[in-house]
């Protein structure tokens, strides 16, 4: 039996039964066979969730680059470590070796280095999927500068918000982007954001797009002439187990992005084995996950688990529907893609379009198909699995977030057997637990609760950037000893996890977690409204769709709706980004709100959703006379 790669249903509840009684035993064996480490470890685990406080491998020392580049060098120098596909098809696919990608990396770093970067100094990365996005990532590890990627959808103003969060001195950017087909002033939003982030000192400009844009004298400079002088190697820092790898912004349900901070040694070894067993990785596979590396399934799932064992990992640039909406599976035939992994919005998205842009293309390479960022739907899952996977590649729905930096609950290819719609069981190494209310426990099976972790795992998150008091408030105040995840959750007859969505005021549109408080935010901004308040709303699509309920100001009553409308998403577009723009905005006079002046949301959330036959208790109503109103003029 191999605890490191598990291929039978008995073996997983084996090894998960001994992941759980001895976690120590059990993550030090695989810390120790399958990881190259400068330093060993003094203590495995030790871990206060009352702090909280977490603590993995400390007094290990390493550098994760060195385990997902260097030490591939002697056997795979040759193989494809990144496989580039660029947004236009008749653009040639990039192949970049593992020694290819140590040269680049250690060229980048020297770049850094050389721009005054030392280890703990924050960098954000603001870049399309093009290689020099893995690249720099890589390149802050290897130097131990935490790297802040910024979504490259993300407006001037949420990209500022977040560098002057975690006080970045360098941005990495490009003179642009190709999105389908159109091209994006990614420089220019930059520009815009830099006004307002003193402490950027120095701006890096990689070359996508050769347009004509402004370069900063002192401040900016074009990326390649500088690697081109670099040096192609580079001595790997050496860091502890828990410093600080990256962070990454999540959206909360209210106030500022949350900066969760990974660190270096647990995140390394969780994600590493996840991606070995739940896409069951064999050494000749071409694997292929089609998120941004904006986000943490990129981070995880694109650089650095596949990197870790040695994978071939794709990295498109592109959209699902350019040229057309075969795209997919064009690069699937293409490069012969052994494991897609991608999420239940786009799988919707191409299940409305013609079947023959799947049938088309030959995808009996595919072995493993995977869902992530929201729950999928019975059809989609069906579509997923009769159409792409031809019923013969198993579906692993994967329940996980950004603060988990890792997949949590998720079947295994090939052991677990899947249901749709059921993320099915733990992980090993995972103690979820459903939580009533009260703050009970609630044991058994065909239940339901809020979803929560009652032991730490690798690679949790250990903080929120600068601000401790929130994350214990967050994750680790609604229940005793628990992190609460912000998920509802059911545990069927057999153990099997279904995830029923978020209990906040989180909002999934297309994968993609917003808050509601920072888009209300926005919308107040606008001089003509008063008040507004947001819900999702099922679209067919996107999983979710935003509904806003705004109230006008006296001045804004006389304006022209639609024109209004537009204005408002305009400044949403600008103010976060267009993935936040609203769906539908209706006009209203007033709020359904308690006494205490909390805003009734569940109200309004049955309403956006058309389904008023039972609105629940609105006695608490400081004012139920407008759900009435509001209902008569639904949109
Ligand atoms: C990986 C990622 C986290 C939230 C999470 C859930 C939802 C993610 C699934 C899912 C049902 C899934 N990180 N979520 N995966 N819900 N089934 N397989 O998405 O931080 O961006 O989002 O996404 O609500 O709490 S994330």
């Not at 093009?130 to 690249?135: D, G």
């Not at 897609?340 to 842009?357: Q, S």
Request: glycine share 8%; aromatic share 10%; with cysteine.
């Amino acid at each position: 039996m191999s605890n490191y790669h598990i291929k039978h249903l008995e073996e997983y509840y084996q090894v998960y039964r001994k992941s759980v009684r001895n976690p120590e035993a059990f993550w030090e064996e695989i810390a120790e066979e399958h990881f190259v480490w400068r330093k060993r470890w003094n203590n495995v685990l030790s871990w206060d969730f009352k702090k909280p406080e977490v603590k993995w491998f400390d007094g290990a020392q390493l550098n994760i680059t060195e385990n997902c580049i260097d030490r591939h060098l002697p056997t795979r120098g040759d193989k494809t470590a990144i496989l580039f596909e660029p947004n236009d098809p008749k653009e040639e696919a990039e192949h970049i070796t593992y020694r290819q990608l140590h040269q680049r990396v250690c060229k980048m770093a020297n770049v850094l280095l050389e721009k005054g970067i030392k280890k703990g100094d924050r960098v954000c990365i603001y870049l399309p999927m093009i290689p020099e996005l893995a690249v720099s990532v890589l390149a802050c590890a290897r130097i131990g500068a935490i790297h802040s990627v910024v979504f490259a959808g993300f407006s001037s103003n949420a990209l500022a918000t977040r560098i002057n969060d975690s006080d970045c001195k360098l941005v990495i950017t490009s003179d642009g982007s190709y999105r389908g087909a159109k091209t994006i002033d990614l420089k220019g939003i930059v520009d815009k954001a830099l006004e307002g982030c003193p402490g950027v000192e120095t701006v890096l400009v990689a070359k996508r797009i050769h347009s004509n844009i402004d370069m900063m004298p002192q401040r900016d400079h074009w990326l390649q002439p500088l690697l081109d002088d670099a040096y192609g190697d580079n001595v790997a820092e050496i860091m502890n187990a828990e410093d600080p790898l990256f962070i990454l912004y999540t959206s909360g349900s209210t106030g500022r992005p949350k900066g969760m901070v990974h660190t270096t040694a647990g995140y390394m070894v969780y994600t590493a084995y996840t991606f070995k067993n739940v896409f069951q990785y064999r050494e000749e596979d071409v694997y292929w996950c089609t998120a941004d590396i904006g986000w943490i399934t990129g981070h995880s799932y694109i650089v650095y688990g596949p990197l870790a064992n040695g994978a071939t990992t794709v990295m498109f640039e592109g959209i699902p529907s350019y040229p057309d909406f075969g795209r997919f599976w064009e690069v699937v035939q293409k490069h012969k893609v052994t494991q897609f992994y991608t999420a239940p919005t786009a799988i919707r998205a191409l299940a409305k379009e013609n079947l023959d842009y799947v049938e088309k293309y030959d995808l009996s390479s595919l072995k493993v198909l995977g869902s992530v960022g929201e729950p999928i739907n019975e059809e989609a899952w069906h579509w997923y699995n009769n159409n792409v996977g031809k019923k013969r590649s198993p579906i692993v729905d994967t329940w996980w977030q950004t603060e988990t930096g890792g997949i949590m609950i998720s079947p295994i290819p090939y052991v677990t057997p899947t249901t749709p719609t059921y993320a099915t069981l733990p992980f090993i190494g995972i103690q979820p637990a459903l939580m009533d209310e009260n703050g009970q426990e609630i044991k058994g099976n065909q239940v339901d609760g809020r979803l929560c972790i009652k032991f730490p795992w690798p690679s949790m998150a250990r903080t929120i950037w600068g601000d401790h008091e929130r994350y214990r408030d967050t994750y680790f105040s609604a229940y005793k000893d628990m992190y609460f995840t912000g998920d509802g959750a059911l545990r069927d007859a057999v153990g099997y996890y279904r995830i029923t969505g978020r209990v906040d005021d989180v909002i999934i549109v297309s994968g993609h977690n917003l808050g509601t408080a920072p888009i209300e935010d926005s919308i107040n901004e606008h001089p003509a409204v008063a008040e507004s308040a947001i819900v999702g709303f099922p679209h067919d699509v996107k999983g979710n769709a935003l509904y806003g309920y705004i109230i006008l100001k006296e001045t804004g009553e006389s304006r022209d709706k639609n024109n209004l409308r537009k204005e408002i998403n305009q400044q949403i577009t600008e103010q976060i980004g267009p993935i936040a723009k609203l769906d539908k905005i209706q006009f209203v006079s007033g709020l359904p709100k308690t006494r205490s002046g909390k805003i009734m949301r569940r109200i309004l959330r049955k309403i956006a959703s058309g389904d008023t036959s039972n609105l629940g208790d609105t006695s608490t109503l400081l004012n139920p006379e407008i759900v009435q109103e509001i209902m008569d003029e639904a949109l």
